[in-house]
Each structure stands twice: as structure tokens, then as C-alpha cells.
């Protein structure tokens, strides 16, 4: 089988990491990071908690984030998630149920129809 270059990455239930994150791929949170995180893609699942200054592509949040956030594409906040601190992201979807309290600017262009 081919390597797609892909990786997946997974802090579980249980784990803390306290320091700095840095790589490309996919990052899951079911446990607690705290600290800095750069990288491609994050996932904090459903009692996952990030507390961190992060500059990713994309974020979905299903736990909780607190701290400073930049995507270059799309922050999903789901339901059972909760963001607090400060937001710059290129696109911003929150769901039915998930909080949001923080300061937000998102980057994309509106497009015209």
C-alpha cells in the first residue's frame, strides 16, 4: 500500500500534554492539551479539551476549547462543543448546541450570488 503522506495522530482519555504541538496530518483529542498547537487538522472529541494558542487548517470542536484559534479554512463547532477565547478563521460553522464565547473574525470572502 502506498503512503498518502496522511498521518493520524490521537491524545487520549486520560493523557495531558503540557507543551507545544507540531506536525501535519490529523490530530484527535480525547484528553487534555495544553500549551501551543500547529498543524494541520484538530479534532477534539466529545470530552476532549484543548487550552492552547493554535494555528491549524481546519478545527472541529466536540469538547471544549479554550485559547486563541487561527484556521485557513473551516472552524466546526459541534453540539456537544464549546469555544471560549479568540477566533480568526477563514470559515465558521457552529451547530444547534454548541457555545460559542469569544472573539470572532472571520478572513473568508462573502460571495456574491
Same mark, same amino acid.
Given at each position: 500500500?502506498?503512503?498518502?503522506?496522511?498521518?493520524?495522530?490521537?491524545?487520549?482519555?486520560?493523557?495531558?500534554?503540557?507543551?507545544?504541538?507540531?506536525?501535519?496530518?490529523?490530530?484527535?483529542?480525547? *484528553?487534555?492539551?495544553? #500549551?501551543? =498547537?500547529?498543524?494541520?487538522?484538530? %479534532?477534539?472529541?466529545? &470530552? !476532549?479539551?484543548?487550552? /492552547?494558542?493554535?494555528?491549524?487548517?481546519?478545527?472541529?470542536?466536540?469538547?471544549?476549547?479554550?485559547?486563541?484559534?487561527?484556521?485557513?479554512?473551516?472552524?466546526?463547532?459541534?453540539?456537544? *462543543?464549546?469555544?471560549? #477565547?479568540? =477566533?480568526?478563521?477563514?470559515?465558521? %460553522?457552529?451547530?444547534? &448546541? !454548541?457555545?460559542?464565547? /469569544?472573539?470572532?473574525?472571520?478572513?473568508?470572502?462573502?460571495?456574491?450570488?
Amino acid at each position: 500500500m502506498k503512503d498518502k503522506g496522511e498521518t493520524f495522530s490521537i491524545i487520549d482519555k486520560g493523557m495531558t500534554v503540557d507543551g507545544s504541538l507540531v506536525g501535519n496530518g490529523n490530530l484527535v483529542v480525547n *484528553g487534555m492539551v495544553k #500549551g501551543t =498547537i500547529t498543524g494541520q487538522s484538530v %479534532v477534539i472529541s466529545e &470530552g !476532549g479539551q484543548i487550552a /492552547a494558542d493554535t494555528k491549524v487548517e481546519t478545527m472541529t470542536v466536540g469538547g471544549s476549547f479554550d485559547g486563541r484559534v487561527e484556521t485557513s479554512g473551516q472552524l466546526v463547532i459541534l453540539a456537544t *462543543g464549546r469555544c471560549t #477565547g479568540e =477566533i480568526v478563521c477563514g470559515d465558521l %460553522v457552529v451547530e444547534a &448546541g !454548541g457555545r460559542l464565547d /469569544a472573539r470572532v473574525s472571520c478572513t473568508k470572502p462573502v460571495q456574491k450570488k
